[in-house]
């Protein structure tokens, strides 16, 4: 079945570091590719989506690039901030009607 | 704006209780899911409802029921808790129309500490 694998953390950064959280998945067919955040105390939101090979998903400064041929998702931003400090969620969603399939989730820390 | 709303926020039963966590969503979204949260396990899928008047299991949906009792609401009932389902519950809704787009709508949580 459809998995994700995402890097363990608790990453810490200091404010303006570069971010990294790497995402790879298994999946058949061409699923879908996202990222979520979760603020402390908060529900998920999306933060980021691509759809197919290739494509780049971007927001509030964050990006990923959908790469197939590393079946790839890797969440970057040039410059975090403390209010970036969250978990974040790398998922997809196969063909069809289907679910979303969440990896475990990435802490990351930002410190001033 | 409300989207979605979950109660109770925070519980806490003894081994054998009973419960019913809630959840309406306030956007005319079709889909409607229960997720539960368990550190290090990411979010697991208890049951969802692709539309009103249907519902299916998700991975984790022993011990659990779902009632959908109209377009808005979709309840996650525990008949006997055990203190395995101690965890953090989301409700979360979808537009989804043919396909699935994978963008879903989170409520706050519900944390229940069962005894």
């Known amino acids: 079945g459809d998995s994700v694998t995402q890097m363990e953390g608790p990453v810490t950064l200091s404010e303006e570091a570069f971010l990294t959280i790497n995402c790879t998945y298994t999946?058949?067919?061409?699923?879908?590719l996202f990222w979520y955040v979760q603020y402390p105390g908060e529900g998920l939101q999306l933060l980021l989506k691509?759809?197919?090979?290739?494509d780049k998903g971007s927001n509030k400064g964050f990006e990923a690039t959908y790469r197939k041929e590393t079946t790839s998702f890797h969440l970057e931003k040039g410059s975090v901030q403390v209010s970036d400090s969250a978990v974040y969620f790398c998922?997809?969603?196969?063909?069809?009607?289907?679910?979303?399939?969440f990896g475990k989730g990435t802490m990351l820390l930002v410190s001033p | 704006n409300a989207g979605v709303t979950q109660t109770p926020k925070f519980q806490v039963l003894k081994t054998g209780q009973s419960m019913t966590l809630q959840c309406a969503q306030d956007m005319n979204h079709n889909s409607m899911y229960w997720y539960r949260q368990d550190p290090g396990m990411g979010l697991r899928l208890i049951y969802y409802s692709a539309s009103e008047g249907t519902t299916d299991k998700g991975e984790v949906p022993n011990g659990y029921n779902v009632s959908r009792l109209n377009k808005r609401e979709f309840s996650l009932r525990l008949e006997s808790a055990a203190p395995s389902q101690t965890s953090v519950y989301f409700c979360?809704?979808?537009?989804?129309?043919?396909?699935?787009?994978?963008?879903?709508?989170f409520g706050e949580g519900s944390r229940l500490t069962v005894l």
């Open positions: 691509a759809t197919k090979a290739d």
């Open positions: 979360a809704s979808s537009p989804v129309g043919r396909r699935n787009t994978g963008e879903l709508f």
């Open positions: 999946a058949t067919g061409y699923p879908s």
């Open positions: 998922a997809l969603i196969g063909s069809g009607y289907s679910t979303l399939t």
